[in-house]
């Protein structure tokens, strides 16, 4: 039976059956209090093993081991993580308006307690899971309506919303607990993603690289679910678990290729059967459906000319292959014919980034060029199948 105590507000000393000690620290991530919290117990715990709410990514990221020149845009495109990419800056932006009011860059604390580590020669343990997979997971697993209320939540955020912000209530126990209730309310599968199973894998790493004395650094958000599971944490099989991308159902499989199945039968039955002109007049109906509202999507995305052209010429070909769609094709050929540049890349986390300026930005414009043409290639797609079925059902 293990024991816990809160040793001081925010720092709890946990105690286990072979007298190991674990003592956790839950943080604020844009807080300078948070950073000292961290200090402070590091260098008066002296521990042999620091835990961090890290994936080696992030870590990479936060130590600024990752360059964006080194990013590659159109590997993220053809990896389908366009989302998850413009995502991640979007948060990391939100952070930095937050870090504008306290003086405190997202992940001081981390990057701290790892310089600390590093100088004690303790053992450092990134206990979180992959960020990609956490991501991928959220991505499959919530809901289509969930997916747009929270993508919608991110666009529409303004900076007053951070004005009367109390950083340091955030790591209060209520304060926590009504966010996460109220998070759970709205997202109850998003939260249980990013939430919950990541509670039970950071305890779970944590228990499994215990040292003597651990010192474990986590967002505060994570402590009252972390400290349910020190009594029974995931065995590294079970953690395997909740690493597992959900694949797509069976159906999810199918019914991509049923309307492309359906489409090409209808041109090859018409050529068979003697119609010629109803299936040319098919076929003609098909590419500029496709064609003209996969090019309206990239001209609303205020897209290259070349990239338009690139959609009207792809779409009506992606439209019956599933495993490539129409946004992939504009989504690179923007990205080749106006490439971003290490300001975009600066400029799309800048604090005081608004809409007005994301429209300007090149990485978010190949985003809305990816997106809007992806829709315009499914609208499209439906226009052109009544037409369809008026030719060949006369």
């Not at 004005?163 to 209530?169: F, R």
């Not at 052109?384 to 006369?394: I, N, V």
Request: net charge negative; with cysteine.
């Amino acid at each position: 039976m293990i024991k816990i105590t809160e040793n001081k507000q925010n720092v709890h000393h946990i105690v286990f059956d072979d007298d190991r000690e674990l003592y956790l620290v839950g943080t604020a991530h844009v807080s300078l209090q948070s950073v000292e919290l961290v200090e402070e117990t590091i260098n008066e715990i002296n521990p042999d093993t620091i835990c961090i709410e890290l994936d080696d990514k992030r870590y990479n990221s936060i130590m600024n081991k990752q360059k964006y020149e080194d990013l590659d845009i159109v590997k993220i495109i053809r990896e389908k993580q366009l989302f998850f990419f413009i995502g991640q800056f979007i948060m990391a932006s939100y952070q930095k308006k937050i870090a504008e009011k306290t003086g405190s860059r997202p992940g001081m604390e981390f990057k701290r307690a790892i310089e600390l580590g590093e100088e004690k020669g303790a053992v450092m343990v990134m206990a979180d899971r992959n960020i990609g997979t956490t991501l991928k997971r959220a991505f499959r697993l919530t809901p289509f309506w969930d997916k747009m209320k929270f993508l919608g939540s991110l666009f529409v955020a303004d900076d007053d919303d951070f004005e009367d912000l109390d950083i340091e209530q955030l790591k209060e126990h209520d304060a926590i607990e009504r966010i996460v209730g109220s998070f759970e309310d709205e997202l109850p599968v998003t939260k249980e993603v990013l939430i919950d199973e990541r509670d039970r894998y950071l305890a779970s790493k944590i228990c499994e690289n215990l040292g003597e004395v651990t010192v474990a650094v986590v967002g505060a958000g994570h402590v009252p679910g972390m400290l349910k599971q020190f009594d029974a944490p995931l065995t590294p099989e079970a953690r395997e678990e909740i690493e597992f991308i959900p694949l797509p159902s069976k159906a999810g499989k199918i019914l991509p290729w049923i309307i492309p199945a359906i489409v090409l039968g209808a041109f090859a039955w018409g050529f068979s059967s003697g119609r010629r002109d109803v299936a040319q007049d098919a076929i003609i109906y098909w590419v500029l459906a496709n064609g003209i509202l996969t090019s309206l999507g990239c001209i609303i995305a205020l897209a290259h000319p070349l990239t338009i052209l690139s959609g009207f010429l792809a779409a009506p070909i992606t439209s019956l292959n599933p495993t490539i769609g129409a946004g992939f094709v504009t989504g690179i050929v923007q990205t080749f014919v106006n490439k971003p540049t290490l300001s975009d890349f600066e400029e799309i986390q800048n604090s005081k980034f608004s809409m007005k300026l994301l429209w300007k930005n090149r990485i978010f414009r190949i985003f809305m060029v990816f997106f809007l043409s992806s829709i315009g290639s499914s609208v499209g797609t439906f226009v052109a199948l009544g037409p369809l079925y008026r030719l060949f059902s006369q």
